[in-house]
C-alpha cells in the first residue's frame, strides 16, 4: 500500500532552490550539454557576421584576392543554413528538459500532497495547492526557457566577441571590458528609475479588478434598485485613474526608452570614431575592416549584457516558485504510516479509550475523554450541537486524525501502530455533500477499482436506488456527470455516493450528515440505500435529523467533546436528558 516515490520525496529540506533545480534536471544533462552545443552552432551568424564583413571590407579597400570574399560569403550562407537543423535541436533538448523538470516537480507536489495530512489541507486552501501546481511550475518552465534563449545568446556574443576582438583588434579588448558593461549598467539604472511607475500602475490595476468584480457581484441588486449609473460611476472613476496612470508610466518609458538609444549610440558613435582615428593616423594596427567591426561588436555586447542583467528579474521569479513549491515539499504535517503494521481484514470492533483531541492552537480540546466501545455490526449515531465534536470524532475513526490523549483500538490493535491506508481498504464514507469527478457514473462508482463486471455495478446501483433514475438517461451508465456532478441533483449524487460504498463492500461505514441537504422525497430515497448499505457493518452516523437515528442500536449524545449520554432512541427519551431537549425542539 506504500504510495511509489517521486522525485524530492523525502529530500527537499529547504535547500537553495539552485541545487533542487539541478537534482530535477540531473537525468537530462546529457540532453542539456548537447542544447548549449546546437545553441552556439546555430547563433554563430551574429558574433560571426561583424569578422566576415570586415573582411569583406578589406578585401575591397586592399584589392585582396576576391576569393576570400567568396570564401566569407559561403561560410555565412553555411552557418545560416545550418541554423534551421540545429534550432531543431536546440528546442528539442532544452525546452523537452524544461517540460521533464516541470513533469518532475509537479510529480513530486502530487505525491507529497497525498501524503500530507486532512489536518494540512483543511488548513490550506485547494486554490492555492493549485496555485503552486499550476502556475509556479509553470513559471519555474518558462524562467528556464527564456534563461536558455536570452541567456545562452548574451553569453555566445559574449564570448564570441571578446575572442574576435582579443585576436584581431587585442588593444580594443580593456575599452570594451569597461566602456560595455558601465553602459549596460546605466541602462539598466535607468528603467530601474521606472520600476515605482510600474508598482503604481500594478496597484491601480488591481483596484479596477477589484471594482469590475464587485460591479459583476452586485448586478442583481444593482438592477433590481435601478442603481446603473451608480455602480458605472463607481468604476468609472478607477478607469479614470488606471487611464492616467498609464499614460504617465508610457510616457516616462518614452522618455527613458529615447534616453537609452540616444546614450547607447553616442556611445557607439564614440567607439567608432575612436577606431576611425586610430586607422587614420596609425596610432594602433586598425583596418577599415576592423572600425567596422568594432562599432558592431560594440553594439552587439551592450545589448549581451543588458539582456543578461535583464534576466534578474525573470530569474528572481523563478527560484521564487521554487521555493512556493518548497513550501509544500517541505511541509512536515504528514499522515505517518511508513514501517507500521498493514492490515489484511477488518472484523469492525473499535475502541475508544479516554481519547481526546486537540487541533494545533486551539484554546481547548474538540474530543476529551471519550470512552466507547462498539461491537463489530453495531450502528452508532452521535448527534449533539454545532461544535460539541461529531465530526471530529468521525476523523478520529476514519484516521484522518490521531489522537493527542489516550488511544483507539480496531479489532484489539492501537491504530497508531497500523498503516491506515491499508485500513481504509475497508473502510467507506458517503459525506455530506458526495464528491464525484467529471467522468461517467461508471467511473465514479468504480473510481480505483478495476475489472468490475456490469452485473455488480448495476447491482450496487440497484441497491443504492440510483438505477431507475440511471436508466432514464440517454447513455446510461457512460453518462458525465459533469465537473463534481454539476448535471445531476443533490439527491442522485448521494446515491451514486452510497452505490460507490456498496461496492466496496466495506466492514467500517462512515455517514456523516447524509441527509441533511436533501428535499423529503430524496431524503426517503437515500434513507431506504442506507437502510441496506449498513447491513452487516460497523456504521458510524452524524445526522442532523433526529429522525434519521431512531434505529441506531446506540446513540452517543456529545456537549463540548465529551459525551453526555449513550443509549438507544427510547432509553434517551424516557431519561428526559439532553437527546430528549433536542428532540423536543424539532419536533416543535
Known amino acids: 500500500m506504500a504510495l511509489p516515490q517521486g522525485p524530492l520525496d523525502h529530500r527537499y529540506r529547504g535547500e537553495h532552490p539552485v541545487r533542487t533545480l539541478a537534482y530535477l534536471l540531473h537525468q537530462d544533462r546529457g540532453r542539456l550539454a548537447l542544447a548549449v552545443l546546437a545553441f552556439l552552432i546555430k547563433h554563430s551568424p551574429t558574433w560571426l557576421t561583424p569578422l566576415i564583413t570586415a573582411n569583406v571590407i578589406d578585401v575591397v579597400v586592399q584589392h585582396r584576392p576576391i576569393t576570400q570574399l567568396w570564401l566569407g560569403a559561403g561560410l555565412l550562407l553555411v552557418m545560416l543554413v545550418l541554423n534551421y537543423p540545429f534550432q531543431l535541436v536546440y528546442i528539442r533538448c532544452w525546452y ?51 534563461t536558455g534563449d536570452l541567456g545562452l545568446s548574451a553569453l555566445a556574443t559574449l564570448t564570441g566577441a571578446l575572442v574576435v576582438i582579443g585576436v584581431r583588434a587585442p588593444a580594443f579588448l580593456p575599452v570594451f571590458l569597461v566602456v560595455v558593461p558601465a553602459a549596460s549598467a546605466l541602462v539598466m539604472w535607468l528603467r530601474g528609475r521606472l ?45 479614470r485613474q488606471v487611464l492616467t496612470a498609464g499614460l504617465r508610466l508610457d510616457r516616462l518609458n518614452g522618455q527613458f526608452g529615447a534616453l537609452a538609444w540616444i546614450m547607447l549610440n553616442a556611445l557607439g558613435v564614440g567607439c567608432l570614431a575612436g577606431s576611425a582615428l586610430a586607422a587614420y593616423y596609425g596610432w594602433l594596427a586598425v583596418t577599415p575592416g576592423d572600425v567596422v567591426m568594432l562599432s558592431a561588436y560594440f553594439s552587439a555586447l551592450t545589448a549581451a549584457v543588458t539582456t543578461l542583467m535583464g534576466l534578474t528579474p525573470v530569474i528572481s521569479k ?58 463489530p455490526g453495531e450502528t452508532i449515531a452521535l448527534v449533539g450541537a454545532s461544535g460539541a465534536g461529531k465530526s471530529t470524532a468521525l ?66 446501483l440497484r441497491d443504492a436506488n440510483a438505477l431507475e433514475f440511471i436508466e432514464r438517461l440517454p447513455t446510461g451508465l457512460g453518462t458525465v456527470v459533469g465537473e463534481r456532478g454539476a448535471r445531476l441533483s443533490g439527491g442522485q449524487k448521494q446515491r451514486l455516493a452510497i452505490a460507490r460504498a456498496l461496492i466496496r463492500d466495506p466492514r467500517v461505514l462512515v455517514l456523516d450528515e447524509a441527509t441533511s441537504a436533501l428535499d423529503s422525497h430524496s431524503e426517503a430515497l437515500v434513507q431506504q440505500a442506507l437502510s441496506r448499505l449498513v447491513r452487516g457493518r460497523t456504521v458510524f452516523v452524524v445526522a442532523h435529523r433526529l429522525s434519521t437515528i431512531r434505529s441506531a442500536d446506540r446513540i452517543v449524545v456529545m456537549h463540548d467533546g465529551r459525551i453526555t449520554e449513550v443509549g438507544t432512541h427510547e432509553q434517551l427519551l424516557r431519561s428526559g436528558g439532553a437527546y430528549a431537549g433536542l428532540q423536543a425542539a424539532q419536533s416543535a
Open 96 to 146: 523537452g528538459s524544461a517540460r521533464r523538470m516541470g513533469t518532475r516537480m509537479r510529480t513530486a507536489l502530487c505525491h507529497r500532497m497525498q501524503q500530507l495530512s486532512i489536518g494540512y489541507h483543511s488548513r490550506v486552501s485547494a486554490g492555492v495547492l493549485q496555485t503552486k501546481v499550476i502556475r509556479d511550475v509553470e513559471s519555474v518552465e518558462q524562467a528556464f526557457q527564456q
Open 195 to 239: 520600476r515605482a511607475y510600474n508598482e503604481s500602475f500594478r496597484q491601480e490595476v488591481e483596484q479596477l479588478s477589484s471594482r469590475v468584480s464587485e460591479m459583476t457581484t452586485l448586478i442583481p441588486i444593482t438592477r433590481a434598485h435601478g442603481l446603473e449609473h451608480t455602480a458605472l460611476r463607481r468604476v468609472d472613476g478607477t478607469l
Open 318 to 375: 523563478g527560484l521564487e516558485s521554487v521555493r512556493s513549491a518548497g513550501e509544500v515539499l517541505e511541509a512536515p504535517d504528514l499522515e505517518q504510516n511508513a514501517g507500521k503494521a498493514q492490515v489484511a481484514e477488518v472484523r469492525g470492533r473499535v475502541d475508544f479509550q479516554g481519547v481526546g483531541y486537540a487541533y494545533d492552537d486551539a484554546e481547548r480540546h474538540s474530543v476529551r475523554d471519550f470512552t466507547l466501545s462498539v461491537r
Open 395 to 460: 476523523n478520529l475513526v476514519t484516521g484522518f486524525l490521531r489522537p493527542t490523549e489516550g488511544r483507539i483500538l480496531l479489532d484489539g490493535a492501537d491504530m497508531e501502530s497500523l498503516d491506515l491506508r491499508s485500513y481504509r481498504r475497508f473502510l467507506s464514507v458517503v459525506p455530506q455533500e458526495s464528491i464525484l469527478f467529471e467522468g461517467t457514473i461508471r467511473e465514479n462508482v468504480t473510481y480505483g477499482m478495476s475489472d468490475v463486471s456490469e452485473e455488480r455495478v448495476r447491482a450496487a
